[in-house]
């Protein structure tokens, strides 16, 4: 009995220890994505889902709530990537053609 307990306990602090993270919208260039983690992950997580669909990265665009809106962004357009406030936004790793 004692040990159901322990593990009842020990799974319960697991699970507050998750975030969730989810695109709620992917319409063009523009991604509304919920999320519960830190803003540094979810800055990771919308320069990840955009370099994944071939933009240069995400300029974050407003929060309300766990909402966070996006806009992805191509080097064509000149435009500079704005973090989301006290983020930053890492550097794409380019691979060296010897």
Known sequence: MKKILLLTA????????????????????????????????????ATKTCRNDFYEGASFLSKAGKEYRFKCVKTEENEVLIPIPGTTIAPAVKAEVK
């Open 10 to 45: 020990i799974s319960g602090l697991m699970l507050t220890g998750c975030y969730s993270t989810q695109i709620n919208m992917s319409m063009g260039n523009m991604r509304l994505i919920t999320s519960s983690s830190d803003p540094q992950d979810v800055m990771d997580f």
